[in-house]
């Protein structure tokens, strides 16, 4: 296969429009850097605020964790006096219970 190379080139010996383009690509590259640095910082602010709210998250899970349920030693005392017949409720406090829950599912 022969290859005629009677075609001329499209940047000719003389024609500075080359490197006119090139000038205006090594400036168009520096701009990109610069703009990509702009870039990284957002992120890197961003990530350091997920982060420390992550650390916030897991800190709060453990605690909830940590933290029993149930109050264990309310329960116990309140079935001694229950099986001791000492635990006492007045009428009042269970009526005055009832009002206020009824007060309060009905959004008033």
């Known amino acids: 296969m022969r290859i005629n190379q009677t075609h001329s080139s499209p940047?000719?010996?003389?024609?500075?429009?080359?490197a006119k383009k090139t000038d205006k690509t090594k400036q168009s590259a520096y701009e990109d850097r610069v703009e990509d640095k702009k870039s990284s910082q957002v992120t890197d602010s961003a990530?350091?605020?997920?982060?420390?709210?992550?650390?916030?998250?897991?800190?709060?899970?453990?605690?909830?964790?940590?933290?029993?349920?149930?109050?264990?030693?309310?329960?116990?005392?309140?079935?001694?006096q229950i099986q001791n017949r000492k635990y006492n409720v007045s009428a009042n406090d269970v009526a005055d219970r009832l009002v206020d829950d009824h007060m309060r599912l009905a959004g008033a």
């Open 11 to 18: 940047v000719q010996a003389n024609d500075t429009s080359g």
């Open 47 to 80: 990530s350091t605020e997920i982060s420390s709210r992550a650390k916030d998250m897991a800190k709060a899970q453990q605690v909830a964790t940590d933290t029993p349920d149930v109050r264990e030693a309310k329960i116990a005392a309140l079935r001694e």
